[in-house]
């Protein structure tokens, strides 16, 4: 039964986003790891360090800094991941959506912002 189950949803995955399906990935890797222990017996993964995905960020924000102008945004690579007008707000958005350490950034205001530095 359980090979019949896998193989329809696998089949059915196709019909996702690519969006969808990284979503679907993580959280089929978190179910793994709790049905492993690994979490139980307190290890922890090191996080992948994809050194592309800066330069995604940052031209993400390029592009659409304008329409987050004052609001903070939580990107994995060059895709939004959640959103709001406080950290707090963009962090759950970004958790909601199966992102649990999305890189957290507040994006400045169009004018009449503060800025500080040299």
Known sequence: MATELLQHLMER????????????ARFL???????????????QHSPTID?????????????HAFEYAGQHVALDGDQLVGSGPTLRDAQAAAKSN?????????????????????
């Open 29 to 43: 890797s978190e179910q793994a790891t709790h049905v492993n222990g690994d979490e139980e017996n307190g290890s």
């Open 13 to 24: 995955s196709s019909e996702l986003t690519p969006e969808e399906k990284q979503r679907l």
């Open 98 to 118: 199966g992102y649990s350490k999305p890189l957290l950034v507040h994006v400045p205001p169009r004018e009449g912002g503060t800025w500080g530095g040299w």
């Open 51 to 63: 050194p592309g995905k800066g330069e995604l960020s940052i031209a993400w924000l390029k592009a």
